[in-house]
């Protein structure tokens, strides 16, 4: 396996790994794989980052705002993949304002008088920083009145009560956290 993995350059969203390649045992080495492990959000859970050729034994590698990376490298050559490196240092990167909203938003209305709003939350990875709650803001169709906003913590459903029956509402799920907001949606 590779050895000596070592980390530098170290800004808010890349960092520049580097590693001595190992014992090619008589097979020149054609890539070298590169996966990272989040060990705030799911420790223990390798994923893959990215390949470079054989040739190369560094990478500099793009990361995600509020992740404490951990990353190791594997060699393949004709013969197969090699185990894993050892573990690099973790890297904490900063976090940031969210920069996605949720998805599959919807409103439904589950008795006569009550709205049902309802998304698919961030999953940890996707929060960019400590503190993701949801902005959940709805008004009528098709009136002039002003949005009804309302913050909840991390949480995937939010009920209005006391609205009319059969009538049409428009809804946003906006994403935040201890940095700010993310794209209005």
Same mark, same amino acid.
Do not use: C
């Given at each position: 396996?590779?050895?000596?993995?070592?980390?530098?350059?170290?800004?808010?969203?890349?960092?520049?790994l580097?590693?001595?390649?190992g014992?090619?045992?008589?097979?020149?080495?054609?890539k070298?794989?590169i996966?990272?492990?989040?060990t705030?959000?799911?420790?223990?859970?390798?994923?893959?980052?990215?390949?470079?050729?054989?040739?190369?034994?560094?990478?500099?590698? $793009?990361?995600?705002?509020?992740?404490?990376? @951990?990353?190791? #490298?594997?060699a /393949?050559?004709?013969?197969?993949? %090699?185990?894993?490196s050892?573990?690099?240092?973790?890297?904490l990167?900063?976090?940031?304002?969210?920069?996605?909203?949720?998805?599959?938003?919807?409103?439904?209305?589950?008795?006569p008088?009550?709205?049902?709003?309802?998304?698919?939350?961030?999953?940890?990875?996707?929060s960019?920083?400590?503190?993701?709650?949801?902005?959940?803001?709805?008004?009528? $169709?098709?009136?002039?009145?002003?949005?009804? @906003?309302?913050? #909840?913590?991390n /949480?995937?459903?939010?009920?209005? %009560?006391?609205?009319?029956?059969?009538?049409?509402?428009?809804?946003?799920?906006?994403?935040?956290n201890?940095?700010?907001?993310a794209?209005?949606?």
């Open positions: 396996p590779p050895l000596d993995l070592e980390l530098t350059d170290q800004l808010d969203k890349s960092v520049q580097s590693w001595t390649p014992d090619d045992n008589n097979s020149p080495i054609t070298f794989i996966e990272y492990e989040d705030m959000h799911e420790p223990g859970l390798w994923h893959h980052q990215t390949e470079v050729s054989g040739t190369q034994t560094t990478a500099q590698l $793009k990361l995600s705002p509020y992740v404490n990376y @951990s990353f190791r #490298v594997m /393949v050559n004709g013969i197969g993949k %090699s185990l894993p050892e573990a690099s240092e973790q890297y990167t900063k976090a940031s304002e969210p920069d996605k909203n949720p998805t599959a938003v919807e409103g439904l209305g589950l008795e008088d009550n709205l049902v709003i309802t998304w698919k939350p961030l999953n940890g990875f996707e960019n920083g400590p503190g993701l709650q949801y902005k959940v803001s709805w008004r009528q $169709k098709d009136g002039d009145d002003e949005w009804t @906003s309302v913050v #909840v913590a /949480v995937s459903k939010y009920i209005v %009560s006391g609205t009319p029956t059969f009538v049409p509402y428009l809804i946003k799920v906006q994403a935040l201890d940095v700010g907001f794209p209005e949606p």
